[in-house]
């Protein structure tokens, strides 16, 4: 049973000082501290990795229950969907984990309820300096830090070398190469792009390659229906009107994945996580690209993952603790050397195995100019109207202007009193 918590970060704050306090005189109320010093506690911990990245991170959270014996570490895997909401159904019930891993995305959303710790002068931040501006910025909530970061990432262009060698196409740089190389890629029954229409996050590259954003959160204005965002949805309808991609709105993960890995594509767009996945079925013939620029630029967004503290944990210390274990230094150079993550530590980049990883070697510099999603409290709750729209305009039912407008509509409607 979880201790009752209030509804703000107040109530976070006031329990991490009387936590901070009932920890001094060693008689671990609250606070995860033996009578003999020694750390001790139950930490659950929701994990919202992968199949293949879970193995790695369970092991990880083991280690440090053997490293800790007063300390029971209680590793739950829930996957990625629904993960939002079933946190903030369990925490409402005073029920959460005390530790998730939280899409950059969510912290905001979870802190502006409070149901997370702020984690400012605890032992859950170590060398806080150590991590990447663009990896930091999205643990901050009204002036407070709210998580830790695990991974960052963005999206990048995956290619099969051997089918762009056998149609004799170059690596594209835009969209419009992709579509000028159907064609060539036609002779050999294979179509050049993946599109997924069943989750807006891959929207966003085209939206950003038009110089656009869904919304404007420094001057609270909706922009995804504007000039650059209509142009967006035209530009995802054009290439599969042409023939250049594929796609559909359901299934899409599994869909690419055998699509790509089976050869019926030369290319898909994805992030770091599916490393794993695409080297096993591609070997020496995967490519990792820049995203293809649209109209205006080429963009990608900033996305990662971070740990969370449940405001109403009765082990507070030991989840500190734990968080501080699985975020740091040497964790994180392990993950990336078992798994080809990228980590949110600057000095990690310095090991030697990492600089060595070609796939850090692309992706850690794709990181440093992608583009920030909108730390807002909402943030997570843009993607639902838009992927909606997406499906009316793929299923014919909505032009690319009219989604673009309905999406616009909704967001007015979700973030009130913007423009």
């Given amino acids: 049973m979880r201790r009752s918590i209030g509804t703000t970060a107040m109530v976070a704050a006031l329990a991490l000082a009387a936590t901070a306090c009932g920890s001094d005189d060693g008689d671990g109320d609250g606070g995860g501290g033996g009578a003999d010093g020694e750390l001790s506690g139950t930490v659950t911990y929701w994990d919202t990795s992968n199949e293949t990245e879970a193995e790695v991170f369970e092991a990880v959270a083991t280690e440090f229950e053997e490293m800790h014996p007063g ?11 629904d993960a939002q909401n079933r946190f903030k159904n369990a925490a409402g019930a005073n029920e959460a984990p005390d530790v998730m891993r939280t899409e950059v995305a969510w912290v905001a959303d979870f802190a502006s309820l409070g149901y997370l710790y702020p984690l400012d002068d605890t032992a859950a931040l170590e060398d806080q300096e150590d991590f990447l501006d663009e990896a930091w910025a999205s643990t901050q909530y009204d002036g407070q830090t709210y998580a830790v970061p695990q991974v960052t990432d963005t999206l990048a262009l995956f290619y099969n070398r051997a089918l762009l ?16 190389s159907t064609g060539a890629f036609e002779e050999n029954g294979v179509t050049p792009l993946y599109v997924r229409g069943d989750d807006p996050y891959w929207f966003l590259p085209f939206l950003y390659g038009e110089g ?25 309808q054009g290439l599969v009107d042409s023939g250049a991609a594929i796609t559909d709105t359901s299934e899409g993960w599994e869909n690419m994945m055998s699509a790509f890995s089976g050869g019926e594509v030369a290319m898909m767009v994805n992030g770091p996580w599916a490393i794993a996945d695409a080297t096993a079925a591609l070997g020496e013939d995967l490519g990792v690209a820049p995203v293809p620029a649209g109209g205006s630029a080429q963009g990608s967004p900033l996305g990662g993952w971070n740990y969370g503290v449940y405001a109403g944990t009765p082990d507070a210390e030991a989840s ?27 000095s990690v980049y310095e090991e030697p195995s990492v600089q060595e990883n070609a796939m850090v070697d692309f992706f850690k510099p794709a990181v440093d100019v992608a583009h920030e999603r909108p730390w807002i409290p909402e ?14 305009m793929l299923t014919g039912s909505a032009s690319p ?19």
Avoid: C, H, K
């Fill in 71 to 81: 300390v029971t570490v209680e590793y739950v895997n829930i996957g990625f969907d």
């Fill in 165 to 180: 060698d056998e149609a004799a196409v170059e690596v594209p740089a835009s969209l419009a190469d992709i579509e000028d």
């Fill in 212 to 236: 656009g954003d869904l919304v404007d959160a420094g001057d609270q204005r909706v922009t995804v229906d504007d000039e650059a965002g209509v142009a967006a949805f035209e530009r995802m």
């Fill in 320 to 346: 500190f603790e734990f968080v501080s274990y699985m975020s740091s230094a040497a964790t994180q150079q392990r993950i990336t050397d078992e798994l080809s993550l990228l980590p949110t530590r600057a």
């Fill in 379 to 392: 943030a997570q709750s843009l993607f639902e109207p838009l992927r909606i729209s997406i499906e009316a």
């Fill in 401 to 419: 202007e009219e989604a673009a407008s309905d999406t616009g509509d909704a967001y007015r409607d979700l973030l009130e009193d913007w423009q």
